[in-house]
């Protein structure tokens, strides 16, 4: 457990699982310090302190080996985020987004070649680099690496 204090206007405190609530109160918070149970300030890693708004270019592995490029798009919406992913494969809306932890799973429809395929996608953040896996009905897992642009 660790406790959070919020700097700039009252000085609040905030005690539970830092790892679970950083990403709940930094819409929220401009400056935050995290400290451990013992009272000592910790220092955030690039973990911690990731920002996921932003344009995500990844490579999704194919079976075959091949790479396909794709963009996935992540911005604020109101104390949340909503995303998108781009790609030569179809485009789709995954919606509002919850990330916890640094990571989202979301399920869609992807528009491909005039159909609609169930998807479902999920990612991880660490710093500027991002990982995950596409899945599409009735095909296996399709893993993803990239970086923010």
Sequence with gaps: MSR???LPHR?????????LVLDQIRPYCENIEVYNTAGKRK???ASDVTEPAGSWSIEIETPLGQNI???VTIARAGSGYTATV???MGDADLGTVEIINNSFDATTSLRMDGHSVDASVSARFNGDRIEGSLKLQNTPELPFTGSKE
């Design 4 to 6: 959070i204090r919020n």
């Design 11 to 19: 000085g609040g405190w905030l005690a539970g699982d830092g790892a």
């Design 43 to 45: 220092t955030l890693t």
């Design 69 to 71: 490029p794709a963009t």
């Design 86 to 88: 781009h790609s030569e």
